[in-house]
């Protein structure tokens, strides 16, 4: 499978609601290019900083789905994914988590990356294919639900779906007070395990 793997400037594209990759324009004609999956991760520069997205694994999409609408003047195709994972600011540290990816992406000052997946042989395969058997988990943008209903991850909008679990270190990373309403990840479409709010067992007295 090629994956597209591009660095990010800011957020707001792809929308995290509609999960539509191009909904402001972002990366132009490289949306148009030919791949099965796409990694989008914050750079390190200032706007990132300013975004919370510095060298995060801000979102994944397997299974494009391209809609080209003459009608609009857009570079490229708006593209929707049967599987849409989306993390935002919330998302996990590639130095930390991924680093043969942040080495790769930042080391060398990559911009884009189209890469093709090997037989696992390295590490930077390894760190991709978890990448992606994560992003699996999610389901399918919601703009391509309301197109494709169909779609065996997409169901109607009554359905209940099992939600990606947010990563152990995002867990920790989002700092939620124990007598807090459990709040969802902003603009992330995971949700975090409140582990605080599970009231203990007491020994009965006998």
């Given amino acids: 499978m090629r994956i597209l793997i591009y660095k990010r400037t800011h957020s707001g594209d792809p929308d995290a609601k509609t999960g539509v990759f191009g909904s402001r324009d972002c990366m132009g004609t490289v949306r148009g290019r030919q791949y099965g999956a796409v990694i989008g991760i914050g750079g390190i520069g200032p706007e990132p900083h300013r975004a919370r997205i510095a060298g995060k694994l801000t979102w994944v999409g397997i299974a494009p789905h391209k809609t080209f609408d003459r009608s609009e003047v ?6 929707t994914f049967e599987h849409f994972w989306h993390a935002g600011e919330y998302g996990p540290l590639l130095k930390v988590e991924y680093p043969e990816l942040a080495r790769r992406m ?51 909008s009554g359905t209940a779906v099992r939600k990606p679990v947010c990563l152990s270190k995002v867990e920790k990373r989002a700092k939620h007070r124990c007598d807090s309403t459990p709040k969802s990840c902003g603009t992330s479409n ?10 203990p067992k007491t020994n009965k007295a006998y």
Avoid: W
């Avoid at 857009?74 to 593209?79: C, I, T, Y």
């Avoid at 389901?139 to 997409?154: G, Q, Y």
């Avoid at 995971?190 to 009231?199: E, G, S």
């Fill in 74 to 79: 857009l570079r490229g195709p708006r593209v």
């Fill in 190 to 199: 995971i949700t975090p395990k409140h582990r605080c709010l599970v009231v």
């Fill in 106 to 156: 930042f080391d060398r000052n990559i911009r884009v990356l189209m890469y093709s997946l090997a037989n696992s042989a390295t590490r930077l395969d390894r760190e991709i294919t978890r990448i992606l058997r994560q992003a699996r988990r999610a389901r399918c943008s919601e703009h391509l639900r309301k197109r494709k209903p169909t779609l065996s991850n997409c169901p109607s």
